[in-house]
């Protein structure tokens, strides 16, 4: 199982002492958690994409292929990558170029990005969100797996005799998870497509959680990948620890109650019960994130918000530390304790792709074509006997 | 099979004269049910016991608290609402919108609403045409042609009862009526029937990929 860390690369001000980082402090303090993520024994950085204030993350290769530099073993990703409005030929070249530096040390998370404005600065429409996500994506496979790409969609330029270089490392793409909260559409896309499912989990209620990964696993079993407990989820968790609860929340609290997205609504306590959200000791944090597994099954990648709301670069690399050092091990056995044999523990890696051979379903563009045409075709079937 | 009718009352004291004014509109709903030979189970949703869990609500984009989940649930089952508000400069109040912005849009489709206003001055009494039919319009409810409208002055007048059940017959009438969709005989059309959602809960039924894809491959 893969543990990390993602962040959302925002600049907010310390509510403590009322100062803002500058985006200089913000980008270097990304990088240090990346590397000490490394250090700690962490499998994965993931960083997010934002075009807009007050956000730094707008290049994420850049700063990717930067970390890629000074590490050895860390895994890099996102959360997200705005597949509806980047263009799909630049991420195929940016993120091939990334697989190159590293190594093959790269997946990436697509996601849609939600807030209107930034749509038409890059001409696009946020009304047409789910078509840009569904056309770039299935576009973006092709660009890395045909050498040569004839294509006409409905969003960007026709390309005739297109190249996408560099191509992959060894011929291989890198694995693919699709976030969304509520889209049900990103979950079927998920699952048609054989790739991981991630879900933010840390703003939404667990029963929520749940129902869309319960429907992600559904499809991703319908669509013939393999049974739905063996479908790849991801998850988002956020915490803050101490010694004891009573100083975890000392601390952490006035960086809750002026928080972006949640500040000055629920409480700590209220917030911590209606989503995942633990403030305490690292044994605390470890029991509820235990508890995940308990309503989306056994499951491959957890994610940690670690830096957001103005907290200073010492406190969250001691989060960091004591995240790899306190709580990932015990994470790490115990998972694997409760996880049956026939449930993948890992997501596809570059070697496992690679180990899998260049026939293996990853190097289709549609591997469920044949599998989706037969039910279709079974489906008219059945309806003519009704009739 | 009873009826169930919800109550939503955003009155905001104990006692306050929205919530008297909602109790005089239920128990003549419910004669007017009875009287045509059916049952109803009211419900009453007292938006004051619920106005934290309203502002964590938007505050936080969305995420739901179990209580309010099962009043999202409750109104989009409902046959049939009866909605009162205080008047507050001029409109309903901040609380009362709260409640029906924390709806799904399709949650009241096609839903009969009895709308009543309580007010200290009859001068507000257009309230009900200018702020509260607009809101229930945009969410596609059925509107009953007579709202209730009571200045301090109207309690325990004549003319506020005599129009109370004239709105309580209507929503009784359309409340029955639901369901029905067919005409004289002929099968109900439930293809027609508006299709209601209480948001709370994630679609199971998903638009296959190949819909989603199709026109978007970039072959086709």
Known sequence: MQFGIFSVGDVTTD????????????????????????????????????HNPPFVVSSPTTHLGFIAAQTEKL????????????????????????QHLS????????????????????????????????????????????????WQGQFRTPLQGYTSTPAPLDGT??????????????????????????????????????????????????????AADQAYVGLGG???????????????????????????GPSLEDFSEMTPLTVGTPEQVIERTLGFADYVGDYQRQLFLMDHAGLPTSLVLEQIEMLG?????????????????????????????????????????EPARARAEELAAQAEKDSQVTA | ??????????????????????????????????????????????LREVAGELATFMVTGGIPTPRL?????????????????????????????????????????????????????????????????????????VVVPTGIFAATEDFGSHGLSDRITRAAAELATLVLSQGGYGVGGFAPDLAARPRRTSGTQVEADVTPFGDLLRGHSGTD
């Open chain 1, 15 to 50: 509510p403590t002492d009322g100062r803002t980082p500058s985006e200089a402090e913000r980008i270097s303090a990304m990088t240090q958690y990346a590397l000490k993520a490394e250090e700690v024994g962490l499998d994965v950085f993931a960083t997010g994409e934002h």
């Open chain 1, 75 to 98: 895994l890099l990703s996102t959360s997200t990558t705005l597949i509806t409005t980047n263009d799909p030929v630049k991420i195929a070249e940016d993120y091939a170029f990334l």
């Open chain 1, 103 to 150: 190594g093959g040390r790269v997946d990436l998370m697509m996601g849609r990005g939600n807030t209107g404005p930034v749509y038409p600065w890059f001409g696009k429409d946020i009304r047409d969100g789910i078509k840009l996500a569904v056309e770039n994506y299935h576009l973006l496979r092709k660009l890395w797996r045909e050498p040569v790409v004839n």
């Open chain 1, 173 to 226: 793409p890198p694995f693919v998870w699709h976030g969304s909260i509520r889209s049900t559409e990103i979950a079927e896309q998920a699952a048609y497509y054989g790739d991981g499912f991630f879900h933010n989990h840390i703003f939404w209620s667990k029963e929520h959680t749940e129902q869309m990964v319960t429907l992600y696993r559904r499809r991703f079993e319908h669509y013939g990948h393999g």
């Open chain 1, 238 to 264: 956020q915490a803050f620890m101490a010694s004891t609860e009573a100083e975890a929340k000392r601390v952490f609290r006035p960086y809750f109650d002026n928080a972006p997205v949640y500040g000055h």
């Open chain 1, 325 to 365: 050092t306190e709580v990932v091990p015990v994470l790490r056995t115990e998972f694997e304790r409760r996880r049956p044999a026939h449930v993948p523990s890992d997501p596809p890696t570059h070697a496992s792709l690679v180990a899998a051979g260049p026939d293996a379903p990853h190097h289709l563009v």
């Open chain 2, 1 to 46: 099979m009873s009826r169930q009718i919800v109550v939503v009352t955003a009155g905001l004291t104990v006692p306050s004269s929205t919530r008297l004014l909602a109790d005089q509109l239920a128990e003549t709903t419910t004669a007017q049910v009875t009287a045509r030979g059916e049952t109803v189970d009211i419900e009453f949703i007292e």
């Open chain 2, 69 to 141: 989940t099962e009043l999202r649930e409750q109104v989009a089952a409902a046959d049939g609402l009866i909605v009162v508000t205080p008047v507050f400069n001029g409109s309903y109040s901040g609380l009362f919108k709260m409640f029906f912005d924390a709806l799904d849009k399709d949650s009241l489709a096609g839903t009969p609403v009895l709308i009543a206003a309580a007010a200290g001055s009859a001068r507000h009494s257009l309230v009900l045409d200018h702020a509260l039919r607009p809101l229930f319009a945009y969410l596609r409810a």
